[in-house]
């Protein structure tokens, strides 16, 4: 075992979803070895243990897994099992910890963010139940990294990742595993494929992007393989280093090609993305596309039609940014809606106590309870299986469903690249001014609640603070401010608006000037675009 001196770096504290920085950061002397020498002080049990690791192929993923691989021998992990090609998507790397009894993975991602020598890089670490490390665990590697000085690693040559075999470093097996296989045998537990597959034979036309990253093998296997599709209906299903060149964030702007496609004339009956790590998904019909908030809400009212959910849901939970619509699925299933800060984190020990069935978020996260990570092809392949269940089109879907529950009218706005100064000052001024509001007539809204959000888990008794600013309307609507904790570059403020329209109103009205209002009323409390110094939000979704 060698031994190398490090430096602490005091810019380790993962976000949302791990630790998230560009490439050239990552590519400072020590600064992997670090953060992943901490991960092993951290987690004794992987001493003697198993380990999962892959990623989603972006640049930095292979010298970073090569790295793990003769630190983890030098920290006495048993054995690594990694996916073929260094690749495993989210959902699967969270799977495959399940499955093989592993004490932990280390997924290399930085999920949606771009890729490449100038792009981002990032590695988050999941414990035993196959979930992102609770709060305590990633607090406890983040203090570590201010104190190491020294990181163990052996001196070996690289493993050949791209055939299926074992290797070994020192005493360490490495167990190169094919990165869909057992994915999709537990898709096969969960859904009815034959009845999805003779709904496609029959002529319904299904679009996938798998926008260059990690889930085109995934997507190639399900849809191609098992489900018939045509290989000329899959688009960008080559991972790339780089994800050619794109963004791998499934919204309107980055997934532009699939928008255009399913909103032309000849549009295919169901479109559907994932992003860089195939963690999120969105789901498009002919010329509408689902909103993911929506989306949740309708798996809700659905899921039981899959065979892995025939008796129907426990609970639901949702971020607290991501709009009401699963509320009313909840109560009217007469279960319990459970309400977390934004992060797919909280959703773990509500899982883990058989708390809730489903959970999801506004910025395009689905899963249920067969994971620990939100899934990108499991959605796509549980709307596939409603839709071939109830013999209706995407679209009728979503009308039937707002003709029974309402409609949310649902945008968030990000400002992108914000000074950090500016950005914390626009949260202050609204901050300051929420104890106030109650009662406050604005444009014509009247706020029935403000405050910042607090999260008290039911399961374990922590309570998170400072979640997000909220202000709440009398008439339903709302909005909701947060600082982003995934943006790399400055800071992002993401502004979410919601109106509800009851069944029986109108459900067909122009999104953004629907919500114009509410943006109005929050611009009025922030002074967003005076202190910004942005006219337009930098992406709306
Ligand atoms: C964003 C999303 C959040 C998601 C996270 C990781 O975090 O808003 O819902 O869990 O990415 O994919 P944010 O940048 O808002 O902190
Ligand atoms: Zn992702």
Same mark, same amino acid.
Not at 228 to 250: C, I, K, Q, R, Y
């Given at each position: 075992?060698?031994?190398?001196?490090?430096?602490?770096?005091?810019?380790?504290?993962?976000?949302?979803?791990?630790?998230?920085?560009?490439?050239?950061?990552?590519?400072?002397?020590?600064?992997?070895?670090?953060?992943?020498?901490?991960?092993?002080?951290?987690?004794?049990?992987?001493?003697?243990?198993?380990?999962?690791?892959?990623?989603?192929?972006?640049?930095?993923?292979?010298?970073?897994?090569?790295?793990?691989?003769?630190?983890?021998?030098?920290?006495?992990?048993?054995?690594?099992?990694?996916?073929?090609?260094?690749?495993?998507?989210?959902?699967?790397?969270?799977?495959?910890?399940?499955?093989?009894?592993?004490?932990?993975?280390?997924?290399?991602?930085?999920?949606?963010?771009?890729?490449?020598?100038?792009?981002?890089?990032?590695?988050?670490?999941?414990?035993?139940?196959?979930?992102?490390?609770?709060?305590?665990?990633?607090?406890?590697?983040?203090?570590?990294?201010?104190?190491?000085?020294?990181?163990?690693?052996?001196?070996?040559?690289?493993?050949?990742?791209?055939?299926?075999?074992?290797?070994?470093?020192?005493?360490?097996?490495?167990?190169?595993?094919?990165?869909?296989?057992?994915?999709?045998?537990?898709?096969?537990?969960?859904?009815?494929?034959?009845?999805?597959?003779?709904?496609?034979?029959?002529?319904?036309?299904?679009?996938?992007?798998?926008?260059?990253?990690?889930?085109?093998?995934?997507?190639?296997?399900?849809?191609?393989?098992?489900?018939?599709?045509?290989?000329?209906?899959?688009?960008?299903?080559?991972?790339?280093?780089?994800?050619?060149?794109?963004?791998?964030?499934?919204?309107?702007?980055?997934?532009?090609?699939?928008?255009?496609?399913?909103?032309?004339?000849?549009?295919?009956?169901?479109?559907?993305?994932?992003?860089?790590?195939?963690?999120?998904?969105?789901?498009?019909?002919?010329?509408?596309?689902?909103?993911?908030?929506?989306?949740?809400?309708?798996?809700?009212?659905?899921?039981?039609?899959?065979?892995?959910?025939?008796?129907?849901?426990?609970?639901?939970?949702?971020?607290?940014?991501?709009?009401?619509?699963?509320?009313?699925?909840?109560?009217?299933?007469?279960?319990?809606?459970?309400?977390?800060?934004?992060?797919?984190?909280?959703? &773990?020990? #509500?899982? +883990?106590?058989?708390?809730?069935? %489903?959970? =999801? !978020?506004?910025?395009?996260? $689905?899963? @249920?309870?067969?994971?620990?990570?939100?899934?990108?092809?499991?959605?796509?392949?549980?709307?596939?299986?409603?839709?071939?269940?109830?013999?209706?089109?995407?679209?009728?879907?979503?009308?039937?469903?707002?003709?029974?529950?309402?409609?949310?009218?649902?945008?968030?706005?990000?400002?992108?690249?914000?000074?950090?100064?500016?950005?914390?000052?626009?949260?202050?001024?609204?901050? &300051?001014? #929420?104890? +106030?509001?109650?009662?406050?007539? %604005?444009? =014509? !809204?009247?706020?029935?609640? $403000?405050? @910042?959000?607090?999260?008290?888990?039911?399961?374990?008794?922590?309570?998170?603070?400072?979640?997000?600013?909220?202000?709440?309307?009398?008439?339903?609507?709302?909005?909701?401010?947060?600082?982003?904790?995934?943006?790399?570059?400055?800071?992002?403020?993401?502004?979410?608006?919601?109106?509800?329209?009851?069944?029986?109103?109108?459900?067909?009205?122009?999104?953004?000037?629907?919500?114009?209002?509410?943006?109005?009323?929050?611009?009025?409390?922030?002074?967003?675009?005076?202190?910004?110094?942005?006219?337009?939000?930098?992406?709306?979704?």
């Amino acid at each position: 075992m060698t031994t190398h001196a490090t430096t602490p770096f005091d810019d380790q504290k993962p976000g949302t979803s791990g630790l998230r920085k560009q490439v050239k950061v990552f590519q400072q002397t020590g600064y992997l070895e670090n953060f992943v020498q901490a991960i092993f002080d951290c987690v004794p049990d992987l001493r003697g243990g198993t380990l999962i690791v892959g990623g989603d192929g972006r640049y930095y993923n292979d010298t970073a897994i090569q790295i793990i691989l003769r630190m983890a021998a030098a920290n006495g992990v048993a054995k690594v099992r990694v996916g073929q090609g260094g690749l495993l998507s989210t959902p699967a790397l969270s799977n495959l910890i399940r499955v093989s009894n592993a004490q932990g993975g280390i997924i290399l991602s930085a999920s949606h963010n771009p890729g490449g020598p100038n792009g981002d890089f990032g590695i988050k670490f999941n414990g035993d139940n196959g979930g992102s490390a609770v709060e305590s665990v990633t607090q406890a590697i983040f203090e570590r990294t201010l104190e190491i000085d020294s990181y163990n690693e052996i001196s070996a040559d690289d493993v050949d990742l791209s055939a299926l075999g074992t290797a070994h470093i020192g005493d360490m097996q490495i167990e190169i595993v094919d990165p869909v296989t057992d994915y999709m045998a537990l898709m096969e537990t969960l859904f009815d494929f034959d009845k999805i597959k003779a709904m496609i034979s029959g002529g319904f036309s299904v679009c996938f992007d798998g926008m260059h990253a990690v889930t085109g093998p995934y997507a190639k296997a399900a849809f191609i393989q098992r489900l018939g599709v045509p290989a000329g209906s899959l688009m960008n299903v080559e991972p790339s280093e780089d994800f050619g060149g794109g963004h791998p964030d499934p919204n309107p702007v980055y997934a532009k090609a699939l928008f255009n496609k399913m909103f032309a004339d000849d549009a295919p009956d169901f479109g559907a993305a994932s992003d860089g790590d195939g963690d999120r998904n969105i789901v498009l019909g002919k010329g509408l596309y689902v909103s993911p908030s929506d989306s949740l809400a309708i798996l809700a009212a659905n899921i039981h039609l899959a065979p892995g959910y025939e008796e129907g849901i426990v609970g639901v939970a949702r971020s607290m940014p991501t709009s009401r619509a699963a509320d009313l699925v909840a109560k009217k299933a007469g279960v319990d809606l459970f309400e977390t800060p934004t992060g797919w984190k909280f959703f &773990g020990n #509500l899982l +883990d106590a058989g708390r809730i069935t %489903l959970c =999801g !978020e506004e910025s395009a996260g $689905a899963s @249920s309870d067969h994971a620990r990570e939100k899934d990108g092809l499991w959605a796509i392949l549980a709307w596939l299986n409603i839709v071939a269940a109830r013999g209706m089109s995407v679209k009728d879907i979503v009308r039937d469903h707002w003709a029974t529950y309402g409609r949310h009218y649902y945008s968030r706005h990000d400002y992108e690249a914000l000074d950090t100064a500016k950005a914390q000052a626009v949260m202050s001024a609204l901050e &300051g001014k #929420l104890a +106030d509001l109650p009662g406050q007539s %604005l444009h =014509g !809204e009247t706020v029935s609640m $403000a405050d @910042s959000f607090a999260y008290t888990d039911s399961v374990d008794g922590s309570v998170s603070r400072n979640q997000g600013l909220r202000v709440e309307f009398e008439s339903g609507s709302r909005f909701v401010m947060r600082l982003s904790g995934t943006g790399t570059v400055g800071a992002t403020l993401r502004l979410y608006l919601e109106k509800y329209a009851p069944p029986g109103e109108d459900h067909d009205a122009d999104l953004q000037e629907t919500l114009k209002q509410i943006a109005a009323i929050a611009d009025e409390l922030t002074d967003l675009k005076a202190i910004t110094q942005r006219a337009a939000p930098s992406v709306m979704s």
